[in-house]
């Protein structure tokens, strides 16, 4: 009866093992690099308050093809979905496996969050979860090319800046 007990217990932390390896390997290959996080928050910022117009891709020191705007409260499997392409912008694993295990599905709970994604063929490479005090994208287009990202720069009286789409010429 102990082998038997012995041989369940052996079993069981084998297969938590396993488990937390494929967790580990999936996060690993969803896992996205923010190097140019904050170097694209620091332009951006400078664009805004100092430019009537923005365009994205003179702000940007990282390729992209294709730029994603996720308003409040929209689920991380929509955007997976809208995106067609699952990613993870965890910083550790911790982070993603207590996410995992949670089941956290909304992302951006606060009406002053929204989320600009970055694509590159069929890669995120970049992730930023914006407060809409910085800048405000909830009035543009939701998905736009590199060379259509040009926005006009709306500051209110509250001294925010919204943004909204121009033409392209």
């Known amino acids: 009866m102990r082998i038997l007990n012995k041989y369940v217990i052996m079993a069981m932390i084998l297969g938590l093992f396993i488990?937390?390896?494929v967790s580990y390997g999936n996060y690993r290959t969803l896992k996205i690099n923010h190097l140019e996080k904050a170097g694209f928050i620091k332009n951006l910022q400078a664009a805004v308050s100092q430019n009537s117009q923005l365009d994205l891709k003179e702000t940007t020191d990282?390729?992209?093809?294709?730029?994603?705007?996720f308003p409040p409260?929209?689920?991380k499997a929509e955007m997976e979905k809208t995106v067609g392409v699952k990613w993870s912008a965890e910083p550790t694993y911790f982070n993603y496996l207590?996410?995992?295990?949670?089941g956290?599905?909304?992302p951006l709970l606060d009406d002053s969050l929204h989320k600009l994604v970055f694509v590159r063929g069929d890669d995120v490479v970049l992730d930023v979860t914006l407060d809409r005090m910085l800048v405000d994208f909830t009035s543009t287009t939701r998905k736009v090319s590199r060379h259509e990202a040009v926005y006009e720069i709306i500051r209110?009286?509250?001294g925010l800046y919204q943004l909204k789409n121009t033409e392209v010429k």
């Open 104 to 106: 956290e599905e909304f």
């Open 98 to 102: 207590s996410h995992q295990l949670t």
């Open 73 to 75: 409260y929209l689920s």
């Open 19 to 21: 488990s937390l390896a």
């Open 62 to 69: 990282f390729e992209w093809d294709t730029l994603y705007m």
């Open 156 to 158: 209110t009286d509250e």
